[in-house]
């Protein structure tokens, strides 16, 4: 069913009879051409993009939980492409671009809202430094702005510029960056792919591989074994346990991250902002509430909370540059469990065992990844050939020290 203003109209004026279920609840066939492991955004949006880019007709996502309730609807929910390395900038810009047309290819509303990323910075090193991102980013075909200070008090009034420590000295802005509604995006991928003939199996967790001279055959499932040509994990925080079932140890820890919302104010925030000095970032959602987030809790664990410690280190950040945020009261947080991988950029990439294939290394800035990971990975699994935007994210490159390092602080994943 196409979901339009005139199919409202007419729902509307007809009992909302008509209206079916967004996705099939099918019991899993014997095999399948392609197994994707992980029903999150990655891995459903690996479905669609194999089924709808790449002819592939034969698949299913595996989901341990329910579609949505990973990271995929844990996040802060912010889209961008300010990077400044090659190896990620072009793959960044590749994902904004797809973003900017989801809504038309999936028929589903995900309140992509490109209300703009502005970064702060500080200092006159600082300003430095983004100004080499910026241009880095324009060279790359993406959109950069520098604002000094007053251009930056013309937007975000609120701010506190004179901050004695760390005092506002302007920022650059991504006016194509924003928000996009998290769990719409893991529903709207779903639909879309179900509505190809890919099985969504939820509540089927993959307790094991099934390998036979060096090449998979298929996954043990609480769902009993179900065969596969192509295995591919997309699998996030979980990366390292499952893989480990197949007897890969990844250069990837898990951590927990924690997010954060407010009691609903009227509009103040018009993007998303950051804080240059710290980790601190926010943005506000249609409904008023102040998102934001900051650092990972800093210890390894698969635990979907987080502690106190973080609580308020980010809650100094806040304070540090809107002292009135102090004023609001937090409604709720949550945790994710990150896939860090040691130089903060992610691996979409083959494994030595034939036929399986590995989508990770995430860290906190996945979801903006979303469309673009699946892409790529769908274009590996269908052509065993890396995409273009993709070539970087192999696992070699740890053995050959070609680290994408974008933050610059080496290879200690709890740092990056
Ligand atoms: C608090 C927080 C804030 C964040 N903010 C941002 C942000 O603002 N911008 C941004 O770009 N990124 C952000 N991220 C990161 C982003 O959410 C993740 O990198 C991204 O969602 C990970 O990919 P995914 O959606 O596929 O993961 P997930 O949704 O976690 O999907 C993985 C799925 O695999 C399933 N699974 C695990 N083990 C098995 C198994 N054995 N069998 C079957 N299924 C299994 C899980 O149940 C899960 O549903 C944030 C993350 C968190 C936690």
Redesign the pocket.
Known sequence: MRYSGFRIIKEALTGHKGWGPAWRNPEPKKSYDIII???????LATAHYLASQFGESSIAV????WIG???????????RSNYLLDGNEPFYEFSLKLWEGLEQDLNYNAMVSQRGVLNLFHSDAQRDAYRRRGNAMMLHGADAQLLDADQVRAECPFLDFDNARFPIKGGLAQRRGGTVRHDAV?WGYARAADSRGVDIIQN????GFRIKEGRVQGVETSKGFIGARKVGC?????SG??MAKAGLRLPIESHV???FVSEGLKPLIPGVVTFGAGHFYVSQSDKGGLVF?GDIDGYNSYAQRGNLPVVEDVCEGGMAIMPMIGRARLLRM???V?DMSMDGSPIIDRTDIKGLYFNGG?????????PASGWCFAHLLSTDKPHETATAYRFDRFQRGAMIDEKGVGAQPNLH
Not at 62 to 65: A, H, N, R
Not at 73 to 78: K, L, S, V, W, Y
Request: hydrophobic share 35%; glycine share 30%.
């Open positions: 492991i992980g029903g999150g955004g990655h891995g595996l989901e341990k939980g309730g990973g990271n995929v609807g844990r996040n802060t929910t912010i889209i893991a089927c967790e993959v307790t997309a699998v996030a925080g979980s346990a499952v991250l924690q997010a987030g949550w945790g994710g990150m995430w860290c906190y800035g996945g979801f903006k990844a979303t």
